[in-house]
């Protein structure tokens, strides 16, 4: 029985191990997709949007790659309902081909020039499709990692979600540095901007699809004996409920990350006194520095608790925003404005190491994924998807270069407010 049960215990730890690997790996390519849009948006923004003005440009742009974000909560409500009735596998199956189809589709899309007021359809189009993939990824990402996780390593597991995410986005962020430092400007313009699309269409969906065909279900999933109906019933309340409390507590998270670590590089070339290739190589930095927080704040959480963490990286991000855009827009210091850059992305790693598992031990089992994936995608729809088009409309109407930071600490407030209305989950089973 010895021999048996140790073998037994070999093949779910292989299977574990696949599983989350095969995961994150998954998630990682996916994300370098939706991603790279944000990285070449100056560019995009004169190919698409040739309204003679840079910075109205560069908001209609920013618009569009919100429109994306707007389109995850109709991704999220599909696919997390998909993903609690016929499995987390399943669900993130279908949302890769997708997501691949829409950035080959932007790779090969003709400009304004040369096929007018059409170029800017298409473009929302593909955003549209890659939104609602990316909907329906994080819930069923994260319930598939926790699920699999030792119950005392859950905060460890769930960061490997917006580990892998960042993975993506570094990755992008690197080649776009690459590309930008490597080509003429005309040639990045001509072709060079296209070359991350065609990866993500060509390579990255395919390897993607293959991985995640080849992963089991999740035991706690496949387990579980509650009557589906029933749950539904019992928990369709406090699941609006904790809804909305997942929408309160993640909203400095999505709106620090997109407006730091996604707008910034723009900002930066735009507004401050920083080269378009020097702020992607800055970038690329404080993402490897958010990742490597990422994981050591999951981690810790499982040890110190959710709550302590996240409050205390919410009240740096209400304390210290508005010190550092005006760091940004005062300097011409390249190493200093680095720093500013790289602090950013270390405490966007705390919020993110420790929000996927406080999430996902909110709700029960079956209405695991639906339940982050529509409390999390409005989230992102309404706070970080315009995070960027925000902070160009604010500087605009009030012509402070500081005051994108007045969005961030509007939405740190509303997530410490979020905070304190939760227990702790991190030493409880799941629910």
């Known amino acids: 029985m010895g021999i048996i049960s140790m073998e037994s215990s070999r093949n779910f730890e292989a299977m574990e191990t696949k599983a989350v690997v095969s995961t994150v790996i998954g998630n990682m390519l996916e994300w370098f997709d939706f991603s790279s849009y944000a990285f070449f948006a100056t560019i995009l923004a004169r190919l698409y949007f040739p309204t003679g003005d840079a910075s109205t440009a560069l908001i209609a742009a920013f618009a569009v790659f919100g429109i994306g974000l707007v389109a995850r909560p109709l991704g999220a409500i599909f696919f997390g309902r998909l993903g609690d009735i016929k499995g987390r596998k399943f669900a993130l199956m279908i949302s890769m081909p997708m997501i691949g189809f829409a950035t080959l589709a932007i790779a090969l899309m003709p400009t304004y020039e040369q096929i007018g007021v059409w170029a800017p359809v298409c473009l929302v189009i593909c955003r549209l499709a890659q939104g609602f993939s990316a909907g329906g990824e994080t819930g069923n990402v994260i319930a ?19 580990a892998s995410s960042v993975s993506g986005n570094f990755i992008g962020s690197l080649l776009a540095a690459a590309l930008a430092s490597g080509l003429s400007p005309a040639s990045l313009v001509s072709w060079g901007w296209r070359v991350p699309f065609l990866i993500g269409g060509l390579v990255i969906a395919p390897l993607g699809f293959y991985l995640r065909k080849n992963v089991a279900e999740t035991p706690i999933f496949e387990g579980a004996v509650v009557d589906r109906g029933s749950a539904v019933r019992v928990h369709r309340t406090s699941v609006w409920t904790r809804g909305f409390k997942t929408a309160c507590i993640t909203s400095v998270q999505v709106v620090a990350f997109y407006t730091f670590l996604i707008y910034v590089p723009s900002f930066l070339t735009v507004h401050g006194k920083i080269s378009a290739s020097t702020a992607l190589w800055m970038n690329s930095g404080a993402l490897f520095v958010q990742i490597v927080c990422i994981l050591g704040a999951g981690r810790l959480s499982d040890l110190v608790g959710r709550k302590p963490l996240l409050l205390a990286a919410s009240f740096v991000v209400l304390l210290l925003s508005y010190p550092v855009f005006s760091l940004f827009v005062a ?86 407010a979020g905070l304190l209305s939760i227990r702790e989950t991190a030493h409880s089973a799941l629910e």
């Open 144 to 162: 598939f990692l926790v699920e699999w996780a030792p119950q005392n390593r859950r905060g460890l597991y769930g960061s490997f979600s917006n």
């Open 331 to 416: 300097s011409a210091s390249v190493p200093l404005v680095t720093l500013g850059v790289i602090a950013s992305g270390a405490v966007c790693g705390v919020l993110s190491g420790v929000c996927p598992t406080t999430m996902a031990e909110l709700f029960p089992t079956y209405l695991r994924t639906t339940g982050m994936s529509i409390g999390f995608g409005l989230t992102t729809a309404i706070f970080g998807g315009f995070a960027s088009l925000a902070s160009e409309t604010l500087i605009k109407l009030t012509g402070s270069f500081s005051s994108p930071s007045y969005y961030v600490i509007g939405t740190s407030i509303i997530s410490i």
